[in-house]
Nanobody, 118 residues
Framework: QVQLVESGGDLVQPGGSLRLSCVAS????????MSWYRQAPGKERELVAR????????DYADSVKGRFTISRDNAKNTVYLQMDSLKSEDTAVYYC???????????WGQGTQVTVSS
């Protein structure tokens, strides 16, 4: 079955940390660039971080630079998002995205809720 399954979302206090995981199945994971997006209530979905297929290059939204780290383990078909120093404005549903490096065919996960609140 072709799918992305996110996990790790939770309720956390400001200043806390979370690690999101996204496990891919049914695709040649190492041929896909992976990204994390998020969508807060009433706002458009925005790119948070992305990593190339081999993991050699990463890119971040200005709002999360220095706080979030994206990484991948191609042997486990998994991409991670380490989120530190969380702020209330990080509250959103976080989605995993896979995009093939040549065809650009893309796949989305179902999302995981992150809530930052005291």
């Amino acid at each position: 079955q072709v799918q992305l399954v996110e996990s790790g979302g939770d309720l956390v206090q400001p200043g806390g940390s979370l690690r999101l995981s996204c496990v891919a199945s049914g695709i040649a994971f190492s041929k896909y660039a992976m990204s994390w997006y998020r969508q807060a209530p009433g706002k458009e979905r925005e790119l948070v971080a992305r990593i190339t297929d081999a993991g050699g290059s990463t890119d971040y939204a200005d709002s999360v630079k220095g706080r979030f780290t994206i990484s991948r383990d191609n042997a486990k078909n998994t991409v991670y998002l380490q989120m530190d120093s969380l702020k209330s404005e990080d509250t959103a549903v976080y989605y995993c995205n896979a995009r093939h490096r040549t065809t650009l065919w893309a796949l989305w996960g179902q999302g995981t809720q992150v809530t930052v609140s005291s």
